[in-house]
């Protein structure tokens, strides 16, 4: 089941990314491994007691304005508005109760979505109290006084968004098909493949960028088995004036990676893969899901003998940081090749899901570490007591070793691709996880 959504809203210069920020903790902090990916990143995954959540930054809301791209932010943040579950509203104390509040608290009202209410940049409580009081004129509840700075009362606010999130189960928990998001910069073809899967002019087709405005859920029956497909609009290209927008368009595309099993990336074949497609992908290989990367307009492409192997080497040069993933090579308007695509969400699908036995996943360690010892620090070298496999949806490993500050990332890496070469995995990222052992209780 997917995590329930939180989005933070109000006007700009409230503190939505300062109280983004103390929320995501660490989880913010830019990976190495997935170039491009966490640059201003909008999301993240909360946890708060015994519950988790999606968390979404939006940009600052202007309710009237004539300028553009204020109307296009506006436009955006009623997207994560319509995805959320819960809505953060943030105001600020010391710019008091403005015109502007009211009218994002209008706009929220209507989308009949609970409401948290927090007023930000409380830093004394006993002296801005009074203050805070005067934002029950807004009518959506009771304020919340906090300071994201400060880390101030964000207990007491977490305690009421949990009151509001979903209760654990659903009718979702209980569908087992498998759900496939098919995401990618626009108009390289993804609404296409639907509609050749399905046979029929089912999700809206056009040449002008963007068509696709919400996540699409569409069924399809083929061999008998049920998929559930999701179609997302694309990333827009950056440009100076897009930018702000492209952080509003990543929304859609994390809550349908979010809801997914596996991930089809859309490539272009003309363009070739991009940068941007790499930030894409790092969203569902951070979600730890599977991912098959889909080479459309390939019947556009002049063929030459080397031709697959070079451009599959340029894929893997560009998303380097997920090796794992399958290439396939298709074409929306003449269906080459598209049915295999159900073989290989079938393959990865049960990649996804396979569990390997303690024993066996301990000898083929053990043979590992024979092979490449194991590095050293100072005269202390890491020792591998075992390893197990812990969950599934990706396969997540645990290592037990006398000091886990000794397991390099490099050797963790090499024992990665040892495991892979004895179980597959192919098309799923793993999840390792190192514990480290005091001395005295070996």
Not at 152 to 178: A, H
Not at 234 to 258: C, H, Q, W
Not at 343 to 354: G, R, S
């Amino acid at each position: 089941m997917s995590k329930p959504v939180v989005a933070i809203v109000g006007r700009p210069n409230v503190g939505k990314s300062t109280l983004f920020n103390a929320l995501a903790g660490e989880k913010i902090a830019i990976v190495k491994d997935t170039p491009g990916v966490t640059r201003d990143r909008i999301y993240a995954d909360v946890s708060w007691l015994d519950r988790e959540f999606t968390l979404i930054d939006t940009g600052g809301i202007e309710p009237e304005s004539d300028d553009v791209i204020l109307s296009r932010m506006r436009e955006q943040a009623q997207i994560a508005i319509d995805t959320a579950d819960v809505i953060l509203f943030m105001t600020d104390v010391r710019q008091g109760l403005v015109d502007s509040d009211a009218k994002v608290a209008d706009m929220l009202r209507r989308s009949q979505k609970p409401i948290v209410l927090v007023v930000n940049k409380v830093d004394d409580y006993k002296k801005m109290m009074s203050d805070v009081y005067e934002f029950y004129n807004l009518g959506i509840g009771e304020p919340m006084p906090i300071s994201a700075v400060g880390k101030i009362g964000l207990g007491d606010m977490l305690d009421m968004v949990l009151s509001y999130l979903p209760k654990g189960g659903g009718e979702e928990e209980e569908d087992d098909r498998p759900r496939i998001a098919i995401v990618g910069k626009p108009n390289v073809g993804k609404s296409s493949i639907i509609n050749r899967l399905l046979g029929e002019e089912r999700v809206i087709v056009s040449d002008i960028a963007g068509t696709t405005r919400d996540a699409i859920d569409t069924d399809v029956v083929h061999n008998g088995q049920e998929y559930v497909f999701i179609d997302t609009a694309g990333l827009r290209r950056k440009s100076k004036v897009k930018e702000e927008l492209e952080r509003y368009s990543i929304i859609r595309t994390v809550t349908a990676v979010e809801r997914s099993d596996v991930v089809l990336l859309v490539i272009d074949a003309i363009e070739g893969v991009t940068e941007q497609d790499a930030k894409i992908a790092g969203i569902a290989h951070d979600r730890g899901k599977g991912i098959i990367i889909v080479v459309n307009k390939w019947d556009a492409i002049e063929k030459e003998t080397k031709t697959v192997k070079e451009y599959e080497h340029q894929i893997r040069m560009i998303l380097s940081f997920m090796p794992y993933a399958e290439i396939m090579y298709v074409s929306a308007k003449t269906g080459q090749r598209l049915m295999k695509l159900y073989d290989v969400i079938d393959a990865v699908i049960a990649n996804q899901t396979l569990r390997v036995a303690t024993g066996v996943l301990n000898e083929i360690v053990s043979e590992a570490v024979v092979m490449q010892q194991p590095p050293s620090d100072k005269g202390k070298r890491l020792k591998i007591y075992y390893i197990t496999q812990t969950s599934v949806k990706p396969p997540t490993f645990v290592i037990f070793v006398n000091d886990k500050e000794l397991m390099h990332f490099s050797y963790l890496r090499y024992l990665e691709n040892k495991i892979r070469e004895a179980f597959g995995f192919q098309g799923t990222s793993l999840k390792f996880f190192v514990r480290g052992r005091k001395e005295k209780d070996r």
